[in-house]
């Protein structure tokens, strides 16, 4: 696991979430940002408000960063996430691999994707 600190908006976006504070989620992404979950678009503060409403805080989901990597302005956090969701046919942990970008003090672009794993 890299050493040096998240960038402060994507440390921000993991407490938030973890706790199922929404307003601290939302407050994290830019005006214009873009959310990609279960290959679907979420553009914008108010979209995005939206999703985590009922995906992240209404489902309790919660992450364990387990993984990091940082490059400039792009961040790779691999956690394993739990919640009140439907874990039937998932793998236990279940690994997700969230990639952000970050401009200035905000969260431009998160995709979050269930990465296959190679044998």
């Given at each position: 696991m890299?050493?040096?600190?998240?960038?402060?908006?994507?440390?921000?976006?993991?407490?938030a979430m973890n706790s199922?504070?929404?307003?601290?989620l939302a407050a994290v992404f830019d005006d214009e940002a873009l959310v990609n979950d279960h290959r679907d678009e979420f553009v914008g503060k108010e979209q995005i408000r939206a999703w985590a409403a009922r995906e992240i805080i209404g489902d309790h989901v919660t992450m364990k960063v387990i993984d990091q990597r940082l490059l400039g302005n792009h961040v790779a956090l691999k956690a394993e996430?739990?919640?009140d969701f439907d874990k039937k046919g998932l793998p236990s942990p279940f690994v997700l691999a969230?990639?952000?970008?970050?401009?200035?003090?905000?969260?431009?672009?998160?995709?979050?994707?269930?990465?296959?794993?190679?044998?």
């Open positions: 890299t050493t040096r600190a998240l960038p402060s908006p994507v440390s921000a976006y993991v407490e199922f504070n929404l307003d601290g996430i739990d919640g969230l990639y952000f970008s970050v401009s200035g003090a905000k969260i431009s672009a998160l995709v979050i994707v269930n990465n296959k794993i190679a044998n």
